[in-house]
């Protein structure tokens, strides 16, 4: 399998054993983020590698594949501090509008 590594924005796994070079994953991949590597797997096909940035998590590469097993698309959760930071933002934002609003 690809090197999983330590993201924060969605990216394709790729089986390297289970993809059989139909490339139907990277004619779906609207951002084109996807290519044919220049080695062989173990059944003697080129496999898809990821480029390296740029997945949108759409999932176009997993639904195209007709190897169940060969692509994942890991969607990474937003860690807590983001979601209470944003939280805080709105929070702020609202109560700002509000004491604007308010006639006096």
């Avoid at 994942?72 to 860690?79: D, G, N, Q, T, Y």
């Avoid at 209470?84 to 509008?97: G, I, M, V, Y």
Wanted: proline share 6%; net charge neutral; hydrophobic share 20%.
């Amino acid at each position: 399998m690809s090197e999983k590594k330590d993201k924060k924005e969605p990216y394709p796994v790729i089986n390297t054993l289970e993809c059989k070079e139909c490339e139907r994953c990277i004619l779906a991949c609207r951002k084109g983020v996807l290519k044919i590597s220049s080695s062989l797997n173990e059944r003697g096909y080129h496999y898809v590698e990821y480029t390296g940035e740029g997945c949108t998590g759409c999932g176009d590469c997993y639904y195209t594949c007709p190897e169940p097993l060969a692509i994942e698309v890991h969607i990474p959760k937003r860690s807590k501090d983001k979601k209470k930071k944003k939280n805080e933002e709105e929070n702020e934002w609202q109560h700002s509008s509000l004491k604007e609003t308010q006639p006096l």
